[in-house]
């Protein structure tokens, strides 16, 4: 996601010119790092929830 970030500051600073394709490209493949983490997380949050209402279950 680094390289996002200075494609960021490339096109609200205007360094240099800001070529298009590379700006798409880094778009696409920053979004599926994107979207592969927050799947994760969700996988993650949904455990911890059913994990979290065993132990209710269990204790009471």
Same mark, same amino acid.
């Given at each position: 996601?680094?390289?996002?970030?200075? @494609?960021? !500051? +490339? @096109? /609200?600073?205007?360094?240099?010119? %800001?070529?298009?394709?590379? %700006?798409?490209?880094?778009?696409?493949?920053?979004?599926? @790092?994107?979207?592969?983490?927050?799947?994760?997380? +969700?996988? +993650?949050?949904?455990?911890?929830?059913?994990?979290?209402?065993? /132990?209710? !279950? !269990?204790?009471?």
């Amino acid at each position: 996601m680094a390289r996002s970030q200075g @494609i960021r !500051n +490339r @096109i /609200a600073h205007g360094y240099l010119e %800001v070529d298009p394709k590379i %700006v798409a490209a880094t778009a696409r493949r920053d979004l599926l @790092i994107l979207v592969t983490a927050l799947t994760s997380l +969700r996988q +993650r949050l949904i455990k911890d929830r059913a994990t979290c209402r065993q /132990a209710t !279950n !269990n204790a009471g």
